[in-house]
């Protein structure tokens, strides 16, 4: 089945300082998600990004089909941003499963 | 709008007990699916279905069960519960276009201890 990498696995910044997550995965995909989840444990949807750019205030993602890479930036973090980066895809062939990556585990100091 | 709803969101079982984990859902989204998320890992997919009466197994399907008898509720059974089934579980849905899901919505998740 879809492999799916994430990187770094943990990330440390001061507050206000910019960074950029990366998903890897092994196949062609025909969805792809970026999740948050809260030091809570809610999972936040971030971006439904197949291919291409969005934004979202001071998120962004790109995913590069073709490279079949995605990455996720997040400009001027704030303390509320720390907790776990997930990016999930579903593979082209493999019926409808999506898969998740193990996750990108960031904190945002004061 | 209630989104997708888990019951309950916390319990504690008895190895060999059986239980059944309740998720619903009002957005009329064809697929729903369960995960398990095992600490300091991401989410791995157990089963899944794409409308009333089709269900499919995930990575981890081993030690559980489901049926999909309205498109509204997807319970997730075990029968025979273990110790290593204790785990955060997580109901998701999302629509169906063509041959792929969209965007996936997920419930608040179950915490599930097995002593």
């Known amino acids: 089945g879809i492999q799916v990498e994430q990187s770094p696995p943990d990330l440390i910044l001061q507050e206000g300082a910019n960074s950029t997550l990366r998903c890897n995965f092994s196949d062609s995909v025909n969805n792809l998600q970026w999740f948050h989840q809260n030091p809570w444990g809610q999972l936040i949807n971030l971006f439904y990004i197949p291919s291409g750019t969005k934004q979202n205030g001071r998120l962004s993602a790109t995913t590069v089909a073709t490279e079949r890479y995605s990455l996720l930036y997040i400009s001027s973090s704030q303390t509320t941003d720390s907790g776990v980066y997930f990016c999930a895809v579903g593979a082209n062939t493999g019926g409808f499963k999506t898969i998740f990556g193990a996750g990108t585990r960031l904190f945002v100091k004061a | ?115």
């Open chain 2, 1 to 115: 709008n209630a989104g997708v709803t888990q019951t309950p969101k916390f319990q504690v079982l008895k190895t060999g007990q059986s239980m059944t984990l309740q998720c619903a859902q009002d957005m009329n989204h064809e697929y729903m699916s369960w995960y398990r998320q095992d600490p300091g890992m991401g989410l791995r997919l157990i089963h899944y279905s794409v409308g009333a009466g089709i269900t499919d197994q995930g990575e981890v399907p081993n030690g559980y069960n489901v049926s999909r008898s309205t498109t509204e509720d997807f319970p997730l059974r075990l029968l025979s519960a273990a110790p290593s089934q204790t785990s955060v579980y997580f109901c998701a849905s999302s629509i169906l276009a063509g041959t792929n899901t969209g965007e996936l919505f997920f419930g608040e998740g179950s915490r599930l201890t097995v002593l």
